[in-house]
């Protein structure tokens, strides 16, 4: 079963707007990160954040964590048409043995 | 040259037919894993390996078998394939490393088809 579930599973916003997206899981975990997939190609990560981490940052994107709502939430900043494509979260338990996946937020961005 | 190369890109076979997808990766990782993507259900997890001699199934291991040819090759298969193994499955390989964590490194995926 999946540990991850994204919500919404669609979103819909103009350029230059923020989008959020948010993951809540259902174990304890090591780690969560975020994979973006353009469509039908290969995923490839966008950010870590560790158990006793509460926000990272990377260029644009913030990610936040909240362990006690076992929920972590994506913001992508000033958005471009390039952000177009589905975002996935994934959690790691502390067996480090196996990533699980949600089933995604599909995100349009509007020029 | 891709970090994760996966071969066939496409595939359409029949049902009962053996296929084989097959991975191999220029990374150097000793972790390597399947997925399987199905709209709506995001990846599943099918094998994972953590080095040559280390086999292991994941959540829905039922209908493939794997083989780890060597560090850097890793292939799935399906002894009789069946419609509901139509997907998109993707080779992926991590490292610990440094990080202590395990981040994927994805191949650009096999799109399979049973009919």
């Known amino acids: 079963s999946q540990q991850g579930e994204e919500d919404p599973q669609a979103l819909s916003i103009q350029e230059g707007e923020n989008a959020t997206m948010n993951c809540s899981y259902k174990t304890s975990i090591n780690n969560l990160q975020w994979y973006r997939q353009n469509s039908g190609r290969g995923l490839v990560h966008l950010i870590l954040i560790r158990s006793n981490e509460r926000e990272k940052h990377s260029g644009r994107l913030r990610v936040t964590l909240d362990t006690s709502k076992k929920s972590s939430s994506l913001l992508i900043t000033a958005s471009r048409a390039a952000d177009t494509a589905s975002y996935f979260c994934a959690t790691e338990g502390y067996n480090n043995n196996d990533m699980r996946f949600g089933a995604g937020t599909r995100l349009t961005v509007k020029p | 040259d891709a970090d994760v190369t996966q071969t066939p890109r496409n595939r359409i076979t029949k049902t009962g037919k053996r296929i084989m997808l097959e991975c191999s990766q220029t990374?150097?990782?000793?972790?390597m894993y399947w997925y399987r993507q199905d709209p709506g259900l995001g990846l599943r997890l099918i094998y994972y390996?953590?080095?040559?001699?280390?086999?292991n199934k994941g959540e829905i291991s039922d209908g493939y078998s794997v083989s780890r040819q060597a560090q850097a090759k890793f292939s799935l298969s399906l002894e009789s394939a069946i419609p509901n193994q139509t997907a998109l499955y993707f080779c992926?390989?991590?490292?610990?490393?440094?990080?202590?964590?395990?981040?994927?490194?994805f191949g650009a995926g096999s799109r399979l088809t049973v009919l």
């Open positions: 390996s953590f080095d040559v001699k280390d086999i």
């Open positions: 990374k150097g990782h000793d972790r």
């Open positions: 992926a390989t991590s490292d610990l490393g440094r990080t202590g964590a395990n981040v994927l490194t």
